[in-house]
């Protein structure tokens, strides 16, 4: 029986202007249906996190909702806060694609169960580029390289919170900076992946394979 995930892209208060996240949703859904999983998309986070019954992994491709400082733009609906907490509980999977560590700020599950989140004035990345990204081996259960290149933001500087194994490393500002790491938490498998700004991140194929390994770990067992 394929998995079945609900991949959610940032509209609204989770949008940004840097960040094409329809973009970069349709490319992990791609990804996972060439795997042949069952996907959905959906550009409305907080509703789609209150309806997570049925799916065994949800991947969230979303901005900083508390970017603009207003009042207005903070409160999740508690049947969304709730949504989530029993779909953790229960186990599911979950993928956090690059900005995904400074979002979903209502959710008070959310920064624990990544590991890192990040901090505004003081993360911060270098100017998107050429990158190499090392890769550990064995560290995920579907063959990835140990090395690719792509064109991506170095996320730098993240609030760590909690253990975490890490996957892949990058070079940030004169020190190795993680990439991508998977942790439990609750009842659910995590995985993170801070690659991903846009398209052009996911040209590279073994970013795509890195993404199909970290997804297949975070369902592993269900």
Known sequence: MAHRAL???????????????????????DILRHRDWDVAVSDDVDQGMANLD???????????????GSSLTRGAPPSSVAGFAAALERGIGVLAVHSAVSSLRDYPEWAPALGAIWLPELSFHPEAG???VQVEPDAVPV???????????????LQRLGQRTVVAW?????AKEAAAWVRE?????????????????FEA??????????????????
């Open 7 to 29: 991949v959610l892209t940032g509209s609204g208060r989770y949008a940004d202007p840097w960040h094409p996240f329809a973009e970069v949703g349709a490319e992990v859904a």
């Open 185 to 201: 938490y609750g009842g659910g498998r995590i995985a993170v992946d801070v690659l991903g700004h846009d398209a052009r991140a």
């Open 130 to 132: 050429e990158m190499t």
């Open 205 to 222: 194929s073994g970013h795509r394979t890195l993404v199909a390994a970290l997804t297949a770990w975070a369902v592993a067992g269900s």
């Open 170 to 174: 990058h070079e940030g500002d004169g």
């Open 54 to 68: 049925g799916y065994d992994l949800v991947a969230v491709c979303a901005g900083d909702p508390w970017r603009g």
């Open 143 to 157: 063959e990835v390289p140990t090395t690719f290149h792509t064109h991506d933001e170095r996320y730098c500087a």
